[in-house]
């Protein structure tokens, strides 16, 4: 079935500091993939998304590729503020493989922490 | 636009008390809703799929007579938890989705349920 692997935190970083959090996916079709952020006692919300190989999304200065190839979305940011600490989800979404419903599958998530 | 609430937010209850959340779309109608369940420090774990007036499908190891979803309304799915236990603690999240508003799921804030 479908699987997301996604790098343990959690991260801390410096303010200004480059973000890198990994993900990786196993699929059987061609997924939607997605980057979701939660907040601190709040509900997840979808951050980025790219819908098919060697698509860009980006939103808030954090941006990620989706690469077909290795089978990669990384999330990457150039320089982080105090107000991004959160923990952020990477998910696929495969239609081929959900019966046509929008079952997203989730990684573990990866918590990061930036300090000023 | 394409807000999704819970209610309650947090909820105690004692053992072997039913408990009811509900999920609401608020600004548009939801042909399909989701319950997820978050554990600590884990991803979110896929409970249960409804379409308005229709039967809920639940995914495999999710015991539909202790989670019982209702989903009345294009605009209101419920969950009730029946006859909890401890081991029911958890964060339960609901999402909502509608093939015209963007073809994405959109996460409520969350409902924190502690069984005593």
């Known amino acids: 079935g479908d699987s997301v692997t996604q790098m343990e935190g959690p991260v801390t970083l410096s303010e200004e500091a480059f973000l890198t959090i990994n993900c990786t996916y196993t699929?059987?079709?061609?997924?939607?993939l997605f980057w979701y952020v939660q907040y601190p006692g709040e509900g997840l919300q979808l951050l980025l998304k790219?819908?098919?190989?060697?698509d860009k999304g980006s939103n808030k200065g954090f941006e990620a590729t989706y690469r077909k190839e290795t089978t990669s979305f990384h999330l990457e940011k150039g320089s982080v503020q105090v107000s991004d600490s959160a923990v952020y989800f990477c998910?696929?979404?495969?239609?081929?493989?959900?019966?046509?419903?929008?079952?997203?599958?989730f990684g573990t998530g990866t918590k990061l922490q930036v300090i000023p | 636009g394409a807000v999704v609430s819970q209610h309650p937010s947090r909820v105690i209850c004692k053992s072997g008390t039913s408990v009811k959340i509900e999920c609401r779309s608020l600004?548009?109608?939801?042909?399909?809703m989701f319950w997820y369940r978050q554990f600590p420090k884990q991803s979110l774990m896929l409970m249960a799929t409804?379409?308005?007036?229709?039967?809920?499908?639940?995914e495999q190891g999710v015991e539909k007579d202790k989670f019982l979803i209702n989903h009345a309304s294009l605009t209101l799915s419920t969950l009730t938890v029946t006859s909890a236990h401890p081991e029911d603690s958890s964060f339960y999240i609901c999402?909502?989705?509608?093939?015209?508003?963007?073809?994405?799921?959109?996460f409520g804030p969350g409902t924190r349920l502690t069984v005593t």
């Open positions: 999402s909502a989705f509608s093939q015209g508003v963007n073809n994405e799921q959109y």
């Open positions: 699929a059987t079709g061609y997924p939607s």
């Open positions: 790219a819908t098919k190989a060697d």
């Open positions: 998910a696929l979404s495969d239609p081929w493989n959900s019966g046509g419903y929008q079952k997203v599958t």
């Open positions: 600004d548009f109608q939801a042909t399909t």
């Open positions: 409804s379409n308005e007036g229709s039967k809920a499908t639940y």
